[in-house]
């Protein structure tokens, strides 16, 4: 008696990620661009909706790395292309086609997708937990990449981290 909930290509899996676009703009009124991690597109294509219906000119980036870029290579074609295998230490990244549902979301409300290598995916992990005092897995930590990379305005910029799943053992090297 259980309804499955698809963790991205959902029309319910969308709707409760856009209240994260929501919490955001409860949080954060002045903020301009907002960047996410990008895997299949559920978080960003609810967060894009939801921001882009209330506030249209906040600019919307998505991120991937770049070995695992096929949303990236979708947007820049304009149509689903899926790639053949996802290998990056942001294991939370590597859906290797962009969802129906959420590729078409993702066309109409996100004003960008880029990739970030993975060098600098491990550098904002270390980042956060030497400076910031944050554990963030590497999928989540793709949004400092990109700002470390300067691939996104440092003004009014809010980073989506998406979580804190990280093998302790790549935390320990990092941090060493």
Known sequence: GRTEIFPYDSENAVAG???VGLEILDQFQRVKHVVVPVSG??????VALALKSLKPDTRIWGVQPENSNATFLSFQKGEPVPIEKAET?????QVIRPGRITFSLIRQYVDDIITVKESAILEAV???????KLIVEPSGAVTLAAELEGKVPADNTLC?????????????????
Do not use: K, Y
């Not at 989506?160 to 060493?176: A, F, H, T």
């Open 17 to 19: 990620n856009g209240t």
């Open 89 to 93: 230490v942001a294991d939370g990244l």
């Open 126 to 132: 270390r980042h956060f937990a030497l400076e910031e």
């Open 41 to 46: 597109g559920g978080l960003i294509s609810g």
């Open 160 to 176: 989506i981290l998406s979580g804190g799943n990280i093998d302790p053992r790549l935390l320990i090297d990092l941090l060493s």
